[in-house]
């Protein structure tokens, strides 16, 4: 059965996230929804279901991170599945 962007969600944020992120010698720099801009097709349905507002358009969607609540409503209505969920890491 798939697993739903929230349910990923939860499981990636049980408490083991730095470690499975990056591992030893790496520190957890952001948690959160990334648009892959090549699989963006600008129908803009993310901007409508983002209920923190933090969506804007030029060409393809961006997302405000400083303003992102991550429900995940915009990665589970993206039709081109052009929203996901990223750990970013920094190696120390």
């Not at 990056?22 to 892959?36: A, D, F």
């Not at 804007?56 to 599945?81: D, M």
């Amino acid at each position: 059965m798939p697993v739903s962007v929230m349910e990923e969600k939860r499981i990636l944020n049980d408490g083991t996230v730095g470690q499975a992120a990056g591992g030893k010698g790496s520190r957890l720099v952001y948690v959160g929804y990334n648009v892959k801009q090549d699989c963006c097709t600008g129908c803009q349905g993310c901007l409508e279901v983002c209920p923190a507002q933090c969506i804007s358009f030029g060409p393809f969607a961006s997302i405000n991170r400083s303003f992102c609540v991550q429900c995940g409503s915009c990665a589970n209505f993206c039709p081109a599945c052009a929203i996901e969920w990223v750990e970013e890491t920094v190696e120390e």
